[in-house]
């Protein structure tokens, strides 16, 4: 799908503190990692379900992502409606987890007396070519040996990030910075049909509740159960905007298998400042947010008022560059009024490059 651009404004970014990854299925995501179900917190009972990590933290930064506290997963009879088991979080910290192809599988004994069953957590790496980057985390919950052979299930969490609900299935959280969402996302996407809950951030608040709902699960004494099943990944871009567009645009490839590519830029300068003389670059970063792949992507720059184009300066990996000009009299060369860059390669969701040309101040 052909694409033409303009450019806009860049938005830094930061990163978070790092910890272990209990499952070792993680996707690593550009500067930072997401990975499941990481090791309990100290500060009570708290256990963190997807967190997303830098790579290389600075100090005093910290991970940020779902999260179990209290009560995490409560099973109902679905015609009676009585209360079969409460798992607590205090309950997820003695698991025993054992590798599987692409990813980890971790076990619980939980409830009490009659109520006694066992509790899967499983998480597996998954290509998918409509995912950024191309690949994902699945995630479930498998429940063997309860009684009931039709149940309603609820998954309780909290996010420390900025949690919206994106359509019916999928659940986004930016990090929070100075009280304003913020790049990465991380984004949870319900496989099977579910009722999604997320409360209201109030600004003094840190954490956000956010609930599932899966109504009318078959379980069995004997065999495992799927009760939860996500597809889990995260935004590519540090920028808050285009981050959550992103996440929609996963959220819709998993569920509706749509193939969008969604190619956007981002402008910085070498120098905030100048003086008439100083030569100055034009960087210009492009990235894939959508789920498809974009071909004949073109990256347009115009000289902006009061600078002139260095001959010869633009530049760009798999570009075809051009420059667009004013009329000129005789041989002389027009004075330049825009760069243009083609992209030659294919970009895949999540992928990207940058592009760059110089000018003088006049």
């Keep these: 799908m052909k694409k033409f651009l303009s450019a806009a404004a860049v938005i830094a970014f930061s990163c978070f503190l790092n910890i272990s990854f209990a499952q070792k299925s993680n996707l690593a995501m550009g500067n930072y990692t997401i990975g499941v179900m990481t090791e309990p917190a100290k500060e009570g009972a708290q256990f963190g379900f997807i967190q997303a990590m830098s790579v290389k933290p600075e100090k005093g930064e910290k991970a940020f992502g779902f999260w179990y506290s209290g009560a995490v997963l409560e099973l109902k009879d679905a015609a009676t409606k009585k209360t079969l088991a409460t798992v607590s979080a205090n309950e997820l910290t003695n698991g025993k987890s054992v590798a599987v192809e692409g990813g980890t599988q971790t076990t619980y004994t939980v409830g009490n007396g009659g109520n006694k069953f066992e509790l899967m957590i499983e998480s597996a790496a998954k290509a998918d070519i409509g995912m950024p980057l191309g ?18 299930a609820t998954l309780k969490m909290k996010t420390n990030g900025a949690a919206e609900k994106l359509g019916t299935s999928g659940i986004t959280s930016n990090r929070i910075v100075k009280g304003e969402s913020s790049y990465p996302a991380i984004v949870v ?8 809950t997320v409360s209201k951030r ?12 899966a109504s009318n699960v078959s379980l069995s004494a004997a065999d495992w159960s799927d009760v939860f099943m996500f597809d889990v990944s995260g935004s590519t871009v540090d920028d808050a905007e285009k981050s959550v567009a992103q996440a929609n645009r996963i959220v819709n490839h998993v569920t509706a ?23 100055i670059t ?3 970063s492009y990235v894939n947010i959508g789920s498809g792949t974009a071909t004949d992507a073109e990256i347009t ?13 633009a530049a760009g990996d798999n570009t075809e ?18 760069v243009r860059w083609k ?10 490059g940058s592009v760059s040309m110089k000018a003088v101040v006049r």
Excluded: C, W
Aim: charged share 25%; hydrophobic share 40%; glycine share 8%.
């Design 135 to 152: 690949k994902m985390l699945v995630v479930s919950f498998k429940v063997k040996g309860a009684k009931a052979a039709k149940v309603n």
């Design 189 to 196: 996407t319900a496989a099977e049909p579910v009722r999604i």
């Design 202 to 213: 109030q600004k003094k608040e840190v954490l956000q509740d956010v609930s599932l709902e």
């Design 257 to 279: 298998k749509e193939a969008i590519p969604e190619v956007v830029m981002f402008n910085r300068t070498s120098s905030p400042t100048t003086t008439p003389g100083d030569t």
């Design 282 to 284: 034009f960087t210009v």
């Design 301 to 313: 720059n115009p000289i902006p008022n009061g600078v002139t184009y260095v001959e010869g300066s």
């Design 321 to 338: 560059i051009s420059v667009d000009r004013k009329a000129a009299v005789g041989n002389q060369l027009g004075e330049a009024t825009l």
């Design 343 to 352: 992209v030659t390669k294919a970009i895949l969701p999540g992928e990207g």
